[in-house]
């Protein structure tokens, strides 16, 4: 898909995939190496990562891939990051029973509309059962909802994170994304969107999440995230 055609399709439905970005060798690699970070940290709950970049510097050419770059400032203009998060979703774990209630972004990020996206990495192939994402295509045009706030680390057995919806208008279909390898997620800041618990017994639903503001653009940066921006180049 042309950068014509993807502005065209994220400005209708308020999200967009591009498929097979990063390199499959790539992805083992990263996928790996944040595997090998979370064992010698004593993760064993294999929690997420947050802002992951600033442990593993390498982070930093994901952050960059020129796909990505490209992409973003398509749809935004010169831009930098702001954050990572490594997220597993291992079977068997705390995490992997999280499904994340429906929110929109801009309840964290708190930043102006057409100033923020997300670029989100798939570090393997998002499987049935595994806790895939998905999304309200077109619901980024009715603003900022009503809705509950939830913490998105640590919580108690039984709560989900997100800071949940209230009521999603009913005109919007809920479609799931069944991810690849290599693809890279793209969320408007107020696309409604969210995922599934993983209820297997061997599947991981692996993702380094991301986002990105246009260059001299406000944000919230978050009392646990801490955002600051990171130059693309």
């Not at 831009?79 to 429906?102: D, E, I, R």
Request: charged fraction near 25%; aromatic fraction near 12%; hydrophobic fraction near 30%.
């Amino acid at each position: 898909m042309d950068l014509e055609k993807q502005k065209k399709f994220y400005i209708e439905n308020g999200y967009l995939v591009l498929n097979k970005a990063i390199p499959d060798e790539k992805c083992d690699y990263f996928f790996e190496v944040f595997k090998n970070y979370s064992v010698k940290n004593n993760n064993s709950y294999w929690k997420e990562l947050l802002q992951i970049h600033r442990e593993i510097p390498e982070v930093l050419d994901l952050i960059r891939h020129p796909k990505i770059v490209e992409s973003v400032e398509n749809l935004l203009g010169p831009s930098v990051a702001l954050q990572t998060v490594c997220s597993f979703k291992k079977f068997g774990t705390p995490s992997s029973k999280y499904a994340w209630n429906p929110h929109q972004d801009n309840s964290y990020v708190k930043c102006e509309v057409d100033t923020y996206v997300s670029g989100d990495i798939v570090l393997d192939d998002h499987q049935k059962d595994s806790g895939v994402l998905y999304v309200y295509p077109g619901s980024h045009n009715e603003g900022l909802f009503d809705y509950e706030p939830h913490k998105s680390f640590d919580l108690p057995e039984g709560e989900n994170p997100g800071n949940k919806i209230i009521n999603i208008p009913t005109n919007y279909n809920k479609i799931d994304l069944h991810l690849k390898k290599g693809d890279v997620l793209m969320f408007h800041p107020l696309v409604i969107h969210g995922s599934y618990s993983n209820t297997t017994k061997d599947k991981w639903r692996p993702i380094l999440l991301m986002n990105y503001v246009k260059k001299g653009s406000d944000y919230f940066e978050g009392q646990k995230a801490k955002r600051t921006p990171i130059e693309l180049r």
